[in-house]
């Protein structure tokens, strides 16, 4: 009952409650109106509906495109022509037309009734056939049930009986329509066959154009039962994400949008709906890498459950793209991503974590790149990464300096190592954009000095032989262009870029002459290893005289004189001095013993302590320092470290790793700007003067380098032959291989040195197929010249038996060959066959060019081949007849002439046989001769009586 | 404009902002003016326009809208308007008693209505209202939910939710102990206790200022001075490192602020008595724990003979003692406050020994 006072406040009067509530109620349907709207909205349905449109509109043209197709094709046109006959035939039959569709239907209703029928008795039989066996075992009621049991059999058997006349009936009556339809049926389905892409692509309208169906599932609010427009997803069991207190499987949605991104054909649209560019190798159903097991983000990283641009954490790859997205999709840089998406131009990172065991990835040009700038720049050497540990230090060896050079050079060099040698991977210390400042230059200057003087006082001697001859420098200068030095040195030419292996792996040589002492030089010419143990120059078997040529003409090389350093300060050497014993001294203390310490003592003690501080051991073995361990950022994880972890100082840049690393890398000291600092706290990571190409392609790598652990179901573990090929590969590269041959299709950087082309080291295509693997073990460990007309000469590389035997090994693999053992057949050969070959051999003139001993003068080095007496212990078998059938195939562009095949066609009679004669005489030559020591001589069939 | 900023920064200094904020507060129980609709009005329109001029200013936009810290900007506004709502009632019924009229609910209490329908109508319409406010919260506003929680990236500023705010504020100034256990827990005390030490019969069933001014004083100050003031500041004006922004400041990481912080033992042995600290804790501490025990044991008498004697006698002893205990813990936080600022003052009671201070 309601009293109100009628001064009461209007709030307390009923009336107006009624205004309010339905002011509310029309704001509570507006609003669910407006969630209705905003879901069906969604950015990712407003995606799938523009692309159902593209497709409609890309069959409907495709269509006309085909239907226009058909129109002009006489094939078609023919077979319509002819079920046009055969149809108009079959109507002027249609009186046996009735007679066989009533044939058809009767058959149908027998067999119908038949069936029927004998599933009935089949039943009874089987149950009467249980009983009667429970009757039997219990010995009750046997007389009635086996009764019952005869019965029912009685009738199943004649319903089987029934049933197999009703389906002659019936197969009768379809071969009698058959012959009526037959052609006209065959017609249609070749007509079928040729048109199939057209039906194909008017199915897909029809599923997916404007249907009644499609009309009412995907309209709002009724589209939470079965819409056509949906999330699509893959769960990746295989491939996690981290999520910090367990590992989720990965879930990626990326093909919401991208709905065309594992399609072929799609590259001509914008994103989201392009193709999968290398739709062959990744993304695409039959490649490599199909979407369904790997999905997007183990690549290209990026929230992979997100359904929305921004969530997806995509990531601009130019800031014009950026300035794009801001406006489009006012998209910011995402604050809480520990995974951001990488810039597609990094999108090789993703291939890291699986395919780390190879030296090179198949499509991933960048990061091989950047894999070969690491192990040039030596970046293992400070910065501790897994795997790199037990690789050589990728500076030369120090310990015997002293003999090779002088204190004055060393200082110049350490002051700016890319004033003497522009394409050096030394990186430079001293004057960076931290240390410029004029009175830190002085202060570098002592530094540097301090430096020099330490590593030169810890040079052991080292015992050099004098040189023995005089050297002629233009005989030196001959042999340096020709006898192999070219494929991995050069001189005097300055390349684009600095380069990693190829002609590159050596340093350049300009300016030898004002680095190093003749001795030494003649020394090292010699026998490389005596000065520098692990060094990968191998010896080039050079006599005294040679290698006195070449010392000569080297030394003549020169540049022009730096200018001198500045002389050092000693009051600065004193303070600096005195600045490094504070650490464990007190002022006082420190200033003592600096004062006891002479000059020496102090560059001494203060390069001690300047080396641990830049690290010079990473690269370089220096006595004392074989312990120490590398002074910089561990890597193992760069590329999932924590944004909030590095350093961006007070410079401006987006915060996002790929920023950081690449400023780092490109001026690694500019984080210390702005900054007040002591001269110790200061940034010590020295400049490798990358250009933005290797730098960007470092980022690359580095990017790679994360936390990431795929499941090892989904990483690509190598078999046996494939771990012997990579392991090959890398002693392939490490060796520089590839300087002078070319080696899996690559490489053969020496031939833009020779002229002529008959001069080329050797394509070493097939090589494992060719050559018996213990004669190229052997080979490896001592060359020995297989075509004496070459001037570059294959070097000794030193290497240690398992390194020969696996790159032995690496040819076999990549070639399927057998290693290490490949057996010859016992017993002898018929005197006629070997009779035979030696005909032929003497026919097809095999020594004209084949030469044993001198090559005669009318011959060009292009027509020269190997001698024939090593066949037997260098050549495989199988091989040869390969080579005499097709040496086009074997070697493509040999001069080698094809004497029995062309294009496959035999060009005599019965020339397998003929072919096997000649292997067969071929491999009785050089019983004597093969190479000496080689596990092969044990290998020769024993003498024949008749000595053959 | 930047003025007015660096103005606004600087009165948002822990000092100006506590300082200014307790003498508006006072000033607002004193002048009772403000309550009148055109001012309340002026006032929330005031509040609004710096709030809109604010959101120019990206460091505080950034602020405002983080998911997070949107209901805290509506809560200003609606514990705002509470504290009017209620306090403007309070101040014209005590002038309907000053001029001797009952209050305005005696008369409104003889209206009568049954709660069904009307007490359920009105309710529903709130209902409903609130449905829609929620509905277009959640259209236009994500959820502000981060990526799972990384045990080694600890944000910065790690921040409790807005409710506990004002005691991440207390940890400044007192030991996590005293801030987060014993302070907390007597609030919890306190505010059971309030319905058995509260003896004053007045103000039952309709607003009073005048006649309850001790009770209605001493709440508002714990909740909107020591609470909601100190969640506002732990909300906007703390960041990073838990320094203080003001809020128009960037939240720079990396500033760095001299905090170094005394304790009460080192101002007595070593500044005082130029002694070094005496080893033995209990002789070390010895000053602080008897300043401690006079302000727990020995205060509450004196304050019962002087400032606070009506209350003693109105109260008796029993009550009384519950009340002044209760008052002069609340009170502990702003001298701490205080000590801290003039004399970068940390610990009464420095025993870390047994990780307990005062």
Not at chain 1, 259 to 269: F, H, P
Not at chain 1, 636 to 653: M, N, P, V
Request: overall charge neutral.
């Amino acid at each position: 009952m309601a009293v109100i006072h009628s001064e009461a406040p209007p709030v307390h009067r009923p009336e107006r409650r009624n205004f309010w509530f339905a002011v509310s109620s029309i704001a509570l349907l507006l609003v669910t109106v407006w969630m209705f709207y905003a879901d069906y909205n969604r950015e990712w349905k407003a995606y799938q509906r523009q692309f159902r449109a593209l497709e409609l509109q890309r069959a409907a043209k495709k269509i006309t495109e085909l239907d226009a197709q058909y129109k002009s094709n006489r094939d078609l046109k023919k077979l319509q022509a002819d079920l046009d006959v055969a149809k108009k035939d079959l109507s002027g039959r249609a009186a046996d037309l009735e007679k066989a569709k009533a044939a058809i239907a009767e058959s149908n209703r027998k067999f119908f009734l038949a069936e029927s029928e004998w599933k009935v008795s089949k039943s009874y039989f089987d149950a009467f056939k249980f009983e009667v066996e429970e009757a039997r075992k219990e010995n009750r009621g046997v007389a009635s049930a086996e009764a019952k049991y005869n019965k029912s059999k009685d009738r199943y058997e004649k319903a089987v009986l029934d049933l197999g006349e009703v389906n002659k009936e019936k197969d009768a009556a379809a071969a009698l329509m058959k012959s009526l339809t037959g052609t006209s049926d065959d017609l249609q389905r070749k007509i079928a066959s040729l048109t199939e892409q057209k039906t194909r692509l008017e199915k897909k309208v029809a599923t997916i154009g404007p249907n009644a169906a499609n009309e009412f599932r995907d309209r709002p609010v009724v589209d939470f039962m079965n819409p056509s427009i949906r999330v699509q997803q893959v769960q990746l069991a295989n491939l996690q994400n981290d999520v910090n207190f367990m590992k989720i499987p990965k879930v990626d949605r990326c093909t919401t949008c991208h709905l065309a991104a594992t399609e072929k054909g799609y590259d001509d649209l914008r994103q989201p709906f392009k193709s999968h560019s290398n739709i062959d190798l990744i993304a695409g159903a039959t490649s490599r890498h199909p979407y369904d097991q790997f999905g997007c983000t183990t690549c290209h990283y990026g929230l992979d459950r997100a359904t929305y641009f921004a969530s997806a954490v995509h990531t601009p790859g130019s800031a014009k793209q950026e300035e794009e997205w801001e406006k489009q999709y006012h998209w910011e840089l995402p604050e809480f991503s520990d995974t951001p998406m990488l810039p597609t131009v990094h999108a090789e990172a993703g291939c890291l974590k699986c395919h780390r065991q190879e030296v090179r990835v198949a499509g991933a040009p960048r990061l091989n790149r950047a894999l070969d700038i690491l192990e040039k720049g030596g970046c293992y050497g400070c910065h501790k990464m897994a795997g790199y540990e037990s690789l050589r230090k990728s500076g030369p060896d120090l310990r015997h300096i002293g003999v090779k050079t002088s204190p004055t050079w060393a200082a110049q060099w350490v002051n700016d190592p890319r004033a003497y040698r522009p394409t050096t991977w030394m990186p430079r210390f001293f004057n960076l954009s931290n240390s410029s400042a004029p009175g830190e230059q002085v202060r570098n200057r002592v530094e540097i000095d301090a430096v020099v003087t330490y590593i030169f006082k810890h040079s052991a001697p080292l015992d050099l032989d004098p040189i023995p001859v005089r050297g002629d420098p233009g005989r030196g200068r001959q042999t340096v262009s020709e006898r192999g030095c070219m494929g991995c040195h050069r001189i005097a030419e300055s390349p684009a870029q600095r380069g990693t292996y190829g002609r590159d792996f050596g340093p350049a040589l300009d300016r030898v002459g004002d680095k190093v002492n003749e001795t030494w030089l003649y020394n090292w010419v010699k026998n490389p290893t005596k000065y520098f143990p692990e060094s990968y120059m191998p010896d080039l078997r050079l006599t005294d005289q040679e290698a006195a040529d070449v010392t000569a003409y080297l030394m003549t090389l020169h540049g022009p004189d730096p200018a001198p350093l500045a002389a050092v300060d000693a009051s600065v050497l004193d303070s600096v001095t005195v600045e490094y014993l504070k650490a464990r001294l007190t002022d006082r203390d420190a200033k003592a013993k600096m004062a006891a310490m002479s000059v020496e003592e102090k560059k001494l003690y203060l390069g001690d302590k300047l080396i641990s501080r830049y690290g010079c051991f990473g690269c370089h073995r220096i006595e004392g320092y074989e312990k120490s361990l590398p002074i910089g950022t561990e890597l193992t994880q760069e590329g999932s470290k924590l944004i909030t972890r590095l350093d961006f100082g007070l410079i401006e840049l987006e915060h996002t790793r790929q920023d950081w690393f690449f400023q780092k890398l490109k001026e690694p000291r500019i984080f210390d700007r702005g900054k007040v600092k002591t001269p110790q706290e200061k940034l010590k990571m020295p400049d490798f003067g990358f250009s933005d190409d290797e730098a960007s392609h470092t980022v690359t790598l580095l990017l790679g380098l994360t936390k990431d652990e795929p499941l090892l179901e989904a990483k690509k573990i190598l078999d046996e032959r494939e771990a012997a090929i990579e392991e090959g590969r890398r002693l392939v590269q490490h060796r520089n291989c590839r300087g002078c041959h070319i080696v899996e299709g690559t490489g053969g950087s020496i031939r833009e040195t020779i002229k002529d082309a008959g001069f080329y080291p050797p394509n070493l295509i097939g090589e494992g197929g060719k050559v018996q693997s213990d004669w190229l073990f052997a080979f490896l460990k001592a060359p020995a010249p297989i075509r004496p007309w070459l001037s570059v000469h294959m070097p000794t590389f030193g290497l240690a038996d398992h390194e020969a035997a696996a790159i032995s090994r690496y040819f076999a693999a990549v070639d399927g060959s057998l290693f290490p053992f490949e057996s010859a057949p016992a017993g002898k050969l018929a005197a006629a066959h070997l009779a035979d070959g030696k005909n032929l051999f003497t026919q097809f003139k095999c020594l004209q060019c084949h030469v044993v001993g001198a090559p005669g003068a009318q011959l060009s080095a292009a027509d020269l081949a190997p001698n024939l007496l090593m066949a037997k212990t260098r050549l495989r078998r199988d091989w040869i007849l390969k080579w005499l059938k097709d040496p086009q195939k074997e070697y493509p562009g040999t001069r080698m002439p094809s004497f029995f095949y062309s294009d496959g066609e035999p060009l005599m009679e019965d020339p397998d046989t003929k072919m096997l004669a000649i292997r067969d005489y071929l491999l009785t030559l050089g019983e004597e001769g093969g190479r000496s020591g080689s596990v092969a001589a044990s290998r020769q069939a024993p003498p024949d009586k008749d000595g053959l | 404009m930047q003025i007015v900023k660096d103005i606004i920064n600087w009165a948002s200094a822990p000092v100006q902002f506590f300082t200014l904020s307790t003498l508006i507060f006072f000033a607002m129980l004193r002048f009772k003016g403000w309550v009148k609709p055109r001012n309340a009005t002026l006032i929330l329109v005031a509040a609004l326009a710096f709030f809109f001029i604010s959101m120019l200013d990206p460091n505080f936009r950034l602020i405002v809208v983080k998911a997070d810290n949107i209901p805290i900007a509506f809560m200003l506004f609606i514990v705002g308007f509470f504290l009017w709502l209620s306090l403007k009632q309070a101040f014209e019924n005590d002038a309907r008693i000053a001029r001797g009229e009952p209050p305005a609910e005696a008369v409104e209490t003889k209206d009568k209505l049954m709660v069904w329908p009307h007490l359920v109508y009105t309710e529903f319409i709130c209902l409903i209202l609130l449905t829609v406010v929620l509905v277009v919260w959640s259209i236009v506003i994500q959820a502000p939910i981060e990526q799972p929680a990384n045990p080694t990236d600890s944000p910065n500023p790690s921040k409790a939710p807005w409710y506990f705010l004002g005691l991440q504020e207390m940890l400044v100034y007192f030991d996590p102990w005293m801030a987060g256990v014993v302070l907390p827990g007597l609030i919890i005390v306190g505010l059971m206790a309030i319905p058995y030490i509260d003896t004053n019969p007045k103000g039952n069933g309709y607003y009073t200022f005048a006649e309850r001014r001790w009770e209605i004083g001493l709440f508002l100050f714990g909740f909107i001075i020591l609470w909601i003031l100190l969640v506002v500041a732990g909300t906007f004006l703390r960041g990073p490192n838990w320094n203080f922004f003001g809020p128009y400041q960037y939240w720079d990481v990396h500033k760095v602020e001299p905090l170094v912080n005394i304790h009460l033992s080192e101002i007595f042995w070593v500044r005082m008595l130029h002694r070094a600290m005496p080893s033995f804790w209990l002789v070390r501490e010895l000053p602080g724990l008897l300043i401690a025990l006079f302000y727990v044991v020995a205060l509450p008498p004196i304050l019962a003979r002087t400032l606070l004697k009506n209350f003693y006698n109105k109260l008796g002893f029993a009550r009384y003692s519950v009340f002044v205990f209760l008052l002069l813990m609340m009170m502990s936080l702003p001298i701490k406050m205080y000590l801290r600022w003039a004399f970068n003052f940390k610990y009464l009671v420095n025993l870390s020994e047994f990780f307990f201070n005062i």
